[in-house]
């Protein structure tokens, strides 16, 4: 059974950091490209940042870049996601997805599995 389980979610001022973990299992974690993405209340589903299994390059929405990291573990078949700066606007729920393929891709049309969210609350 595959299961992506997300967490680190939490409520933080603005400026703090937090990091997400996505635990990964039931599939060969080594060959599949990981996203992170987020949905705000009444907003679609976007692409925050995403990491290749194949050379770990990765992608970063413009409005998260210099703050956020993405890194993979493929020893602990886990990805994260370090915030930091974080602002109000980074208020959404989180998730991680697998994509099959190795290279990323934004698109969440493009993912195959998915964990089912963490919160994220910044608040001003």
């Known amino acids: 059974e595959v299961q992506l389980q997300a967490s680190g979610g939490g409520l933080v001022q603005a400026g703090g950091s937090l990091r997400l973990d996505c635990a990964a299992s039931?599939?060969?974690?080594?060959?599949?490209?990981l996203g992170w993405f987020r949905q705000a209340p009444g907003k679609e589903r976007e692409g925050v940042s995403c990491i290749s299994s194949s050379d770990g390059s990765t992608y970063y929405a413009d409005s998260v870049k210099g703050r956020f990291t993405i890194s993979r573990d493929n020893a602990k078949n886990t990805v994260y996601l370090q915030m930091n700066s974080l602002k109000p606007e980074d208020t959404a729920v989180y998730f991680c997805a697998a994509k099959r393929m190795p290279n990323w891709s934004a698109l969440r049309g493009d993912y195959d599995y998915w964990g089912q969210g963490t919160q994220v609350t910044v608040s001003s």
């Open positions: 039931g599939f060969t974690f080594d060959d599949y490209a």
